[in-house]
């Protein structure tokens, strides 16, 4: 019962975070006492277990409630966005370099220096944590460690979009409660540091000593990654081959280094005390000394490495194994389990939002189900192999979940990369930062044998990265099938059922391999035409769908190691979709924040039409071979059931008023979208006089996107009266520096009746045009809980 108990505990924090709206915790407390009556009155011995299995869900639903609800709560409140305000305080971790010549680091706040108007504000409803930019030429990354600032702040808010990357929720899982940029700094040693702010400043001095001395090394950056778990000085090719081979866990501190650590000095501890004399050490006290020595090791390298959560998710499953395997205690492997889970969520109900929590429980689930059921032993070659295999297997469903791919050739690359970790780098690893400490002399001793080391690791992963294909699957059940009939043949011990396993899995991926080749990518098909005005931040993109026939309208933003919309909106939200060909698309003009990430693009898709109002600019970023299509030489279109019409300015204009202006027209529903660019007053009218002239009806339900982002240059008093739209969508940033969309601008359409919605504050815009009529839908409306809703432009 009482693991029935702990299982519900477990069930009901993760059960929190599929909510849409977090539950009052006096209705939590309330309802517990129902299942405890159950428990007390039920003969059933099934009717217990599911009372018991009630009690530890509500307990865990509580308990992760309540972190959340104080969570929720330090949040900057809306009032004190945009202003300068003095905090003081000291670093949360160690400043690296960001975009733009920045330095970015986590700031915990001691204190609130508010202005006198706004000191009604309670220090609980104050952030304590803050994300923090800073620029400018005295801008470096090491400002001192308490410090007094002067910044501007902003709410926790990030794109929110049906899948992709969500910064919001990763700002909501670390606890910061505002971000923003410092526009004055100035060391305060003064500040009272407590025992976390000696810890971090501990921290930040040893990575900054051992990058000084390290800093020669031409692997520097994973040698500091391993070493220390300081990921600050790694690039962006870096993130590319190791995502590309599916080991990004190695620069990770995970359960993997840990357990060679906690390995490592229970082996050396075990053999220096084996050749004390017997009666000196009983077996029993030699086990406890060994346990002491390999957590002692585990919690001193999770300290090194930052203690950051998924550090110390790693070191609860370490020295609960350890306790386990070196205490020589009899208990269930499984129950073991059970209990890191337990405890990693008692201590952080937050993990289940971190994919690491699933992918590690994930993988040590696979491998206990692996070894612990198995009949027969296995030698250690064999072993790994075996182990290898079914993680690949069971990880792929929670991948394929997470919206992320299973690169094939990360089974090959981590069967050599993760043997030459644990017994070449890791030891070696440890052995310098050793020799560092006592022998300052053998610097470049060190230097040189690491570099060798990690030179080997890294050939071989750009080798494999660069020929590394991404196997496709039709979809979630062909994933879980595939992953079932594996792990099956690994763990049934019946030759002939594992023969015949093995040829299923090798026809299937000769069939997926070979028909990728040869059959025509297609997309999945839709009752109703839909369109989807993406969440890109300062930039557009735009998807039309009718059938199976998709348009692209602009491909948002991008910035070189930065940030890219392909990549982490069209991408995940394309494929999420099942579009596997762009049969059209249109790049309004040349601007950055509308053409970004097209090689990528075209590198993931089958692109067909190129259609654009400055066809030389998107040329230059297009790759080589790619028809570009002028714009102004387009004839009216159909797209199915919808009407395309392209229009270009006649003048000579270039940028924003050489927009490709995209109308598209619906008869039932009679409904008309304008697609306009970055056009200004000036085309505006030039578009509206050829409108005149084609008699357009008015008696269609109207979607306007606001011209240029909603800005003052667009959306006159005339546009606005002539267009009259019902919906105006504004595609913006977040409190962006342009302060898109201008207050007059909105003004002037909410004169005319008409709905804003944008991007800024709703997400996702998605738009089906069903016979009765358009159903509008805002991706943060149907958000979880510590997403913040739709909100008024």
Known sequence: MARVGLVGFACGVILLYSLAVLPPLHWLISAMPVPFIAILSARSPLFRVVSVLLVGGIVGLAWAAMQADVRQRSVLPTALEGQELDVSGYLCDVPS?????????????????????????????????LRLAWYGDDATTTPGHQLMLTVALKRPHGAVNPEGFRYESWL??????????????????????????????????????????????????????????????????????????????????SGLHLGLIAAGAGFLCRRLLLRLPERRVSPATLRMLVFLVVASASVGYALVAGFSVPTRRALIMVVIAGWVLVGARQTGVFTGLLTALV?????????????????????????VLLFALRVRGTGWIAGLLLAQVSVFAGLWPILSSLGQPQPVLGLVANLFAIPWVSLVVMPLLALGAFVLVFLPAANALVIGVLDVVFGVLWQGLSWLANVDPVLTVSGSLQVAGFSLVVLMALLVPFSGFRKASACVVSLWIAVSVFRGNEVEPSNETVAHPEIWVWDVGQGLSVMLRERDRVLVYDTGPAL???????????????????????????????????????????????????VTGEPGRVADKLPEGVTVEPCSGQVDVRMGHLELAFWRSTG?????????????????????????????????????????????????????????????????????????????????????????????????????????????????IRLVLEPGGVITTKARAAAPFWIRKPETP
Request: with cysteine; aromatic share 8%.
């Open 343 to 367: 405890l990693v969520l008692l201590t952080d109900s937050f993990s289940p939002l971190d994919q690491g929590f699933w992918l590690s429980f994930g993988a040590v689930t696979v491998l």
């Open 172 to 253: 909501y899982r670390k606890g910061f409660g505002a971000t923003g940029t410092v526009r004055e700094l100035s060391r305060a040693d003064h500040i009272e540091c407590p025992l976390r702010c000696r810890y971090h400043r501990w921290r930040g001095e040893l990575v900054n000593a051992a990058s000084d001395r390290l800093s020669e090394a031409r692997h520097f950056p994973l040698i500091t990654s391993l070493m220390m778990g300081y990921r600050g000085h790694m690039q962006p090719e870096h993130w590319d081959v190791l995502k590309a081979t599916g080991t990004i866990h190695l620069v990770a501190i």
């Open 652 to 764: 000579r204009v270039e940028g924003n008023d050489a927009s490709c202006v995209l109308t598209v027209s619906s008869a039932v529903p009679p409904v008309e979208v304008v697609l306009p660019g970055d056009i200004t007053r000036r085309v505006e009218e030039e578009l509206m006089a050829r409108a005149d002239h084609h008699g357009n009806g008015t008696d269609r339900y109207r979607v306007t996107l606001a011209p240029h982002h909603g800005s003052k240059t667009s959306s006159s008093e005339l546009w606005v009266a002539r267009m009259a739209p019902d919906l105006t969508i504004v595609s913006a940033g977040y409190r962006h520096r342009f302060g898109h969309p201008h207050a007059n601008v909105v003004e002037r359409y909410q004169s005319v009746g008409s709905d804003i919605a944008n991007t800024a504050t709703a997400g996702a």
């Open 560 to 610: 070189e190691g930065v940030y890219s919309s392909v990549e982490s909106v069209l991408i995940p939200n394309l494929t999420a979709l099942g579009v596997r060909r762009i049969d059209t698309l249109v790049i309004s003009h040349g601007d950055g924040d509308h053409a970004g990430g097209l090689p990528l693009l075209f590198e993931r898709f089958e692109v067909g039409r190129v």
């Open 97 to 129: 370099e960001g975009s733009f010549g920045s330095v970015r680091f986590g700031f915990c706040v001691t204190q609130w220096h508010l202005p006198e108007g706004e000191s009604t504000f309670s220090s609980d409803e104050l952030p304590d944590q």
